[in-house]
């Protein structure tokens, strides 16, 4: 009986196996492949240092090994005994091993001898969504996962959200990317699950293609690396110089047309170019608008900001990238005007201040958000036209009976906006702890996409930070957003004398085109009675 | 070294990276360049290109005085000194690097010589000799890639890479190549000029694959008499140590003793050595580390270029993304767009190519035009009596555009740069037909080659009509 170990394989150290190709009871010959590892450069296998029969294998697909690592143990055979015929697992090329291009060289998937059998995980139901972008991949493979673990990420315009692994196992191949879109039922990868039932047999795998591992001591092709040789008869005819100027232009070759003798584009048919499309602009701009009012804006300024002192530039995050150009249309296209007012809220923070202990208890805070998200709900209750939408062809409005909050949060990233649903239903501790509960979720960016969807009324407050008043963007498509600035101790007359009095600030936008400046008036006067003196929301 | 700022820190100094430090070094950027060597110019200088070249011409002159036999000119058996010609080889290499090592004095180039490892997305940290930490605006990753190994192969100074062939630590009988590329067969060809007998092996269908065939099978014949076996499809399973050399078994093929054994099974690229993912710069799991066309890895203000960015590792490749780097680093709006890469195979009779290639052409279906000038109708060619070669142009169907061209024959290295201009120039079969090439040269087979894709060449029999 004798003990096979990891022999010096070189310059490695905890490679992985990423096949076992013999099992317990199998008659090996010798030089026979035992295990196949695979480092960051090459995969290899490792022969059997002499014939025998496998007693126990030690090692199983996905564990790291060096030198000296146990393999299996083997009695051995009779210096003369023949091992019987080798299984024959399909090896991988000689080249291939070494040289980087391995990915195509790894063999084909025998039988490992611990796991469970492969199986596809394919996305589960994620809810409403279809073709979500894969933004990460999380395992690679030959990686061992844990149930729960995370194995991608996906996104949809709204959120982010993983996905976890139903079962343990080994990422056998992945079948995704990061850019991939993705629904339910599509497939993530395939796995050889430890423990769990195999789900589905995974498709075979065709064995390595000798032929597609070039490998490079013949000196690899010569296409340039970004722009594949199949299209070189379709490249437009110009010299490299003339393909450098318009790399500084900024032009698209492509569109150009040349002058010179069989097409070629020379620098002046780059240049003429340019100007034709610098001219045509403004032309095409009023034209693309036909009767309406054209956008016949100068172009934006260009400024070499490094000539005046240092810059970084720091891309936008995700979020910013996904929330400003909504913002945008947002501000564009809705006629906001803002309504501003204060409410007076020396009881209301009285009363508050006296419950506090009582939530504190309870593990939240009582915030006044929570009270102005319930005087709020008390207002559009009385105005119902703040509490409604547009139909998409601006005929009617609808008007929804059911009262959803939106509550902007700040996070690192940028802006979420998280509902509260059905606030009418909740109390105003219900409240409170929904809002501590979200606003948790929103800087762990662990906001589902439903959990931003139905509002019906935003609310964003600025109290905790400072300012007197600010404008904000309605969030389409709503009808009105709530802003809220810090509240101030302020003298006010009640008729004989200044009293000091708590005034909070509100900012009211709202859609013109739906709510005319007495309506929103009357809103805000409403709402800041109710803050004055909550007992009105029970009327 | 006390500790250094600047605009751009270059790692490597090789082709790629010197070129990038004395670029971005002209454009007025501080530079630092950081090799963990004592001499510039990486592989390619010290243990590659040049090197293997000093050896080539020395084995072809060897090669050519003898062929003089049959023009009536002999000269005796040569008297080999290995120790003087591994002397010559070492002053070409060092005229070069001290050369180099000039030049980065004259742009101010600082030279940190150690091992750089990233240690944040601003910070290179330099272990050996010139312990200390770098701090830079741009990066330039140049680090290159190493031969790779074959685990199965013991420890033996007779097991050697392209590094170790170079050495010339002895004259061999018997040299068995692991892996028909080209660094394998260049080094077989000084090998075998200087006495060896050769034995190739190789797991795929042929040598030198990337090649069109047709090109290869020139080679191959002229160089039948230097090979004993050439093992195709071959697998090599075993080697020891043995006192009489290293005893070779194969799949299928005899074992064999050789008392040396060069290991030419490709390159692998240094992407996971070098701390990047401290620098958030994405490594792939082969080692690579992509780019965009200004050589921009993921982290925009650190890029990878050569053989560490991606195939083909040449050096002619990574000095012109070295220079477009370099030139972004600068601001400016410089952009890898060279349509093709020429790759040449320094072997007797030398082969090179570049662009598409018939059998690409074949696999994507372009439709092509090829015009082939053998060599045997230069009267150069023949005059030189080296008149195996041939010149091959492939040319698109529609529009006749050069689309590239594959040349074997004496000095092909050297013609295959009309190719490339013409295929970046946009150049059809009459501009280059119509082009005076001086005669009689080899280059002229290009023109010639040109004129028979037209139909218009008189220095072949007549040709059917088209």
């Given at each position: 009986m004798k003990q096979v170990n990891v022999p010096d394989i070189g310059d490695f150290k905890d490679v992985e196996v990423i096949e076992v190709l013999v099992k317990a009871g199998d008659t090996i010959a010798a030089e026979q492949s035992l295990i196949t590892v695979e480092s960051d450069k090459a995969t290899m296998e490792i022969p059997a240092p002499g014939a025998g029969v496998v007693r126990e294998v030690r090692i199983k697909v996905g564990d790291k090994v060096s030198q000296g690592t146990p393999i299996l143990v083997l009695d051995e055979a009779d210096a003369g005994a023949t091992a019987k015929e080798a299984p024959a697992p399909a090896p991988a090329p000689e080249k291939a091993k070494a040289a980087p291009a391995s990915e195509s060289a790894k063999p084909a998937p025998a039988p490992a001898a611990e796991s469970a059998g492969p199986m596809t995980v394919n996305v589960p139901d994620i809810g409403d969504f279809k073709d979500v972008a894969v933004i990460e991949v999380l395992v690679k493979p030959g990686d061992s996962v844990a149930p729960e673990q995370s194995l991608i990420t996906v996104e949809s315009d709204k959120a982010t959200m993983e996905i976890p692994s139903p079962a343990a196992g080994t990422v056998r191949e992945l079948k995704l990317k990061v850019g991939d879109k993705v629904s339910q039922g599509s497939a993530i990868l395939v796995m050889d699950a430890t423990g769990a039932?195999?789900?589905?047999?995974?498709?075979?795998k065709p064995a390595a293609e000798p032929a597609a591992a070039s490998e490079v001591s013949a000196p690899p092709r010569p296409p340039v690396p970004k722009e594949p040789l199949e299209a070189l008869h379709a490249k437009p005819h110009a010299s490299p110089s003339v393909r450098k100027f318009a790399r500084e232009l900024g032009v698209d070759l492509t569109r150009v047309t040349g002058s010179g003798p069989k097409g070629r584009i020379a620098h002046t048919d780059v240049q003429a170019f340019v100007k034709s499309a610098l001219s045509a602009v403004p032309a095409a701009a009023a034209a693309a608008k036909g009767g309406a009012l054209p956008f016949n804006l100068p172009a934006w300024p260009e400024v070499d900001f490094a000539k005046f002192g240092?810059?970084?530039?720091?891309?936008?995050?995700?979020?910013?990238?996904?929330?400003?150009?909504?913002?945008?249309?947002?501000?564009?296209?809705?006629?906001?005007?803002?309504?501003?007012?204060?409410?007076?809220?020396?009881?209301?923070?009285?009363?508050?201040k006296a419950n506090t202990a009582e939530t504190e208890k309870q593990g939240f805070k009582l915030t006044m958000l929570a009270f102005l998200v319930k005087a709020c709900v008390t207002a559009l209750r009385q105005h119902p036209n703040l509490n409604a939408s547009l139909d998409r062809g601006g005929e009617s409005l609808i008007l929804k009976k059911y009262y959803n909050i939106g509550v902007a949060v700040d996070t690192p990233d940028g802006l979420v906006v998280p509902v509260v649903r059905d606030a009418d239903r909740k109390g105003v501790f219900d409240v409170a702890r929904e809002l501590g509960e979200i606003s948790k979720l929103a800087r762990d960016k662990k906001l589902k996409p439903g959990d931003m969807q139905g509002g019906t009324f935003s609310i964003s407050s600025l109290g905790g930070i400072g300012g007197s008043a600010f404008t904000p963007i309605i969030n389409a498509p709503e009808v009105a957003i709530l802003g809220v600035s810090r509240s101030v101790l302020r003298p006010v007359w009640n008729g004989k004398e200044f009293a000091p009095r708590l005034m909070l600030p509100l900012s009211l936008s709202y859609d013109h085109r739906i709510i005319d400046g007495a309506a929103a008036a009357r809103f805000t006067t409403y709402l800041a009675s109710v803050l004055a003196d909550i007992r009105r929301s029970l009327l | 070294m006390a500790d250094l700022d600047c605009d751009v820190v270059v790692l490597g100094a090789g082709p790629g990276g010197y070129s990038a430090a004395f670029r971005a070094a002209d454009l007025g950027l501080t530079t630092v360049l950081v090799e963990r060597y004592p001499t510039l110019g990486g592989v390619c200088l010290n243990v590659g290109c040049i090197p293997s070249k000093a050896l080539l011409h020395t084995a072809a002159v060897m090669d050519a005085a003898r062929a003089l036999g049959a023009h009536g000119i002999s000269f005796g058996e040569p008297k080999i000194d290995l120790d003087k010609l591994r002397?010559?080889?070492?002053?070409?290499?060092?005229?070069?690097?001290?050369?180099?090592?000039?030049?980065?004095?004259?742009?101010?180039?600082?030279?940190v010589q150690g091992v750089g490892m990233f240690a944040g997305a601003n910070q290179l940290a330099v272990g050996g000799k010139d312990k200390g930490t770098v701090r830079f605006k741009s990066a330039i990753i140049a680090a290159g890639?190493?031969?790779?190994?074959?685990?199965?192969?013991?420890?033996?100074?007779?097991?050697?890479?392209?590094?170790?062939?170079?050495?010339?630590?002895?004259?061999a009988d018997k040299l068995l190549?692991?892996?028909g590329g080209i660094i394998g067969l260049e080094m077989g060809t000084v090998y075998s000029t200087l006495g060896a007998r050769l034995d190739v092996v190789e797991m795929m269908d042929g040598l030198m694959l990337g090649a069109d065939r047709d090109l290869v099978a020139v080679w191959q014949k002229f160089n039948a008499k230097r090979f004993d076996r050439v093992m195709l499809k071959s697998k090599t399973t075993k080697a020891e140590a043995t006192k009489a050399g290293i005893r070779v078994s194969f799949e299928g093929q005899d074992a064999q003793t050789y008392d040396l054994v060069l290991v030419s099974v490709g390159r692998v690229p240094n992407g996971k050595k070098i701390g990047a993912d401290k620098a958030g710069v994405k490594v792939d799991e082969r080692g690579f580390i992509p780019t965009d066309s200004q050589m921009r890895t993921n982290v925009p203000h650190i890029y990878a270029i050569g053989d560490i960015a991606g195939n083909p590792m040449l050096a002619h490749k990574a000095v012109h993304e070295a220079h477009v780097a370099a030139e972004?680093?600068?601001?400016?709006?410089?952009?890898?767009?060279?349509?093709?890469?020429?790759s040449v195979a320094y072997t007797d009779p030398e082969i090179a190519w570049v662009g598409l290639t018939e059998e690409e052409a074949k696999k994507a279906g372009t439709r092509i035009g090829v015009a082939k000038f053998p060599w045997s109708a230069s009267g150069r060619a023949i005059a030189n009596a080296r008149d195996e070669g041939f010149t091959k142009l492939i040319f698109d169907a529609d529009s006749h555009r050069l689309l590239g061209g594959g040349i074997v024959g004496t000095g092909a290295g050297d013609l295959i740069s009309e190719l490339?201009?013409?295929?970046?120039?946009?150049?059809d079969a009459t501009d280059i037909g119509k082009t005076i090439h001086p005669h009689p040269t080899v280059s002229e087979s290009i023109g010639m080659a040109a004129e028979l894709f037209e139909g218009v060449c008189t220095d072949l029999p007549p040709q059917r009509k088209k």
């Amino acid at each position: 009986m004798k003990q096979v170990n990891v022999p010096d394989i070189g310059d490695f150290k905890d490679v992985e196996v990423i096949e076992v190709l013999v099992k317990a009871g199998d008659t090996i010959a010798a030089e026979q492949s035992l295990i196949t590892v695979e480092s960051d450069k090459a995969t290899m296998e490792i022969p059997a240092p002499g014939a025998g029969v496998v007693r126990e294998v030690r090692i199983k697909v996905g564990d790291k090994v060096s030198q000296g690592t146990p393999i299996l143990v083997l009695d051995e055979a009779d210096a003369g005994a023949t091992a019987k015929e080798a299984p024959a697992p399909a090896p991988a090329p000689e080249k291939a091993k070494a040289a980087p291009a391995s990915e195509s060289a790894k063999p084909a998937p025998a039988p490992a001898a611990e796991s469970a059998g492969p199986m596809t995980v394919n996305v589960p139901d994620i809810g409403d969504f279809k073709d979500v972008a894969v933004i990460e991949v999380l395992v690679k493979p030959g990686d061992s996962v844990a149930p729960e673990q995370s194995l991608i990420t996906v996104e949809s315009d709204k959120a982010t959200m993983e996905i976890p692994s139903p079962a343990a196992g080994t990422v056998r191949e992945l079948k995704l990317k990061v850019g991939d879109k993705v629904s339910q039922g599509s497939a993530i990868l395939v796995m050889d699950a430890t423990g769990a039932a195999p789900v589905l047999p995974a498709q075979a795998k065709p064995a390595a293609e000798p032929a597609a591992a070039s490998e490079v001591s013949a000196p690899p092709r010569p296409p340039v690396p970004k722009e594949p040789l199949e299209a070189l008869h379709a490249k437009p005819h110009a010299s490299p110089s003339v393909r450098k100027f318009a790399r500084e232009l900024g032009v698209d070759l492509t569109r150009v047309t040349g002058s010179g003798p069989k097409g070629r584009i020379a620098h002046t048919d780059v240049q003429a170019f340019v100007k034709s499309a610098l001219s045509a602009v403004p032309a095409a701009a009023a034209a693309a608008k036909g009767g309406a009012l054209p956008f016949n804006l100068p172009a934006w300024p260009e400024v070499d900001f490094a000539k005046f002192g240092p810059v970084e530039a720091r891309p936008l995050t995700r979020l910013q990238r996904l929330s400003g150009p909504n913002l945008h249309r947002n501000w564009v296209s809705i006629p906001h005007v803002t309504q501003f007012d204060e409410a007076d809220i020396t009881d209301l923070e009285a009363f508050r201040k006296a419950n506090t202990a009582e939530t504190e208890k309870q593990g939240f805070k009582l915030t006044m958000l929570a009270f102005l998200v319930k005087a709020c709900v008390t207002a559009l209750r009385q105005h119902p036209n703040l509490n409604a939408s547009l139909d998409r062809g601006g005929e009617s409005l609808i008007l929804k009976k059911y009262y959803n909050i939106g509550v902007a949060v700040d996070t690192p990233d940028g802006l979420v906006v998280p509902v509260v649903r059905d606030a009418d239903r909740k109390g105003v501790f219900d409240v409170a702890r929904e809002l501590g509960e979200i606003s948790k979720l929103a800087r762990d960016k662990k906001l589902k996409p439903g959990d931003m969807q139905g509002g019906t009324f935003s609310i964003s407050s600025l109290g905790g930070i400072g300012g007197s008043a600010f404008t904000p963007i309605i969030n389409a498509p709503e009808v009105a957003i709530l802003g809220v600035s810090r509240s101030v101790l302020r003298p006010v007359w009640n008729g004989k004398e200044f009293a000091p009095r708590l005034m909070l600030p509100l900012s009211l936008s709202y859609d013109h085109r739906i709510i005319d400046g007495a309506a929103a008036a009357r809103f805000t006067t409403y709402l800041a009675s109710v803050l004055a003196d909550i007992r009105r929301s029970l009327l | 070294m006390a500790d250094l700022d600047c605009d751009v820190v270059v790692l490597g100094a090789g082709p790629g990276g010197y070129s990038a430090a004395f670029r971005a070094a002209d454009l007025g950027l501080t530079t630092v360049l950081v090799e963990r060597y004592p001499t510039l110019g990486g592989v390619c200088l010290n243990v590659g290109c040049i090197p293997s070249k000093a050896l080539l011409h020395t084995a072809a002159v060897m090669d050519a005085a003898r062929a003089l036999g049959a023009h009536g000119i002999s000269f005796g058996e040569p008297k080999i000194d290995l120790d003087k010609l591994r002397a010559f080889k070492e002053k070409v290499v060092g005229k070069l690097t001290g050369g180099l090592a000039a030049m980065a004095k004259m742009r101010k180039v600082a030279v940190v010589q150690g091992v750089g490892m990233f240690a944040g997305a601003n910070q290179l940290a330099v272990g050996g000799k010139d312990k200390g930490t770098v701090r830079f605006k741009s990066a330039i990753i140049a680090a290159g890639s190493q031969s790779a190994k074959l685990p199965f192969l013991p420890e033996d100074p007779r097991i050697v890479d392209s590094t170790g062939a170079l050495e010339l630590k002895g004259a061999a009988d018997k040299l068995l190549i692991i892996g028909g590329g080209i660094i394998g067969l260049e080094m077989g060809t000084v090998y075998s000029t200087l006495g060896a007998r050769l034995d190739v092996v190789e797991m795929m269908d042929g040598l030198m694959l990337g090649a069109d065939r047709d090109l290869v099978a020139v080679w191959q014949k002229f160089n039948a008499k230097r090979f004993d076996r050439v093992m195709l499809k071959s697998k090599t399973t075993k080697a020891e140590a043995t006192k009489a050399g290293i005893r070779v078994s194969f799949e299928g093929q005899d074992a064999q003793t050789y008392d040396l054994v060069l290991v030419s099974v490709g390159r692998v690229p240094n992407g996971k050595k070098i701390g990047a993912d401290k620098a958030g710069v994405k490594v792939d799991e082969r080692g690579f580390i992509p780019t965009d066309s200004q050589m921009r890895t993921n982290v925009p203000h650190i890029y990878a270029i050569g053989d560490i960015a991606g195939n083909p590792m040449l050096a002619h490749k990574a000095v012109h993304e070295a220079h477009v780097a370099a030139e972004a680093a600068a601001g400016r709006k410089s952009h890898f767009d060279a349509r093709v890469v020429p790759s040449v195979a320094y072997t007797d009779p030398e082969i090179a190519w570049v662009g598409l290639t018939e059998e690409e052409a074949k696999k994507a279906g372009t439709r092509i035009g090829v015009a082939k000038f053998p060599w045997s109708a230069s009267g150069r060619a023949i005059a030189n009596a080296r008149d195996e070669g041939f010149t091959k142009l492939i040319f698109d169907a529609d529009s006749h555009r050069l689309l590239g061209g594959g040349i074997v024959g004496t000095g092909a290295g050297d013609l295959i740069s009309e190719l490339a201009l013409a295929v970046e120039m946009g150049a059809d079969a009459t501009d280059i037909g119509k082009t005076i090439h001086p005669h009689p040269t080899v280059s002229e087979s290009i023109g010639m080659a040109a004129e028979l894709f037209e139909g218009v060449c008189t220095d072949l029999p007549p040709q059917r009509k088209k």
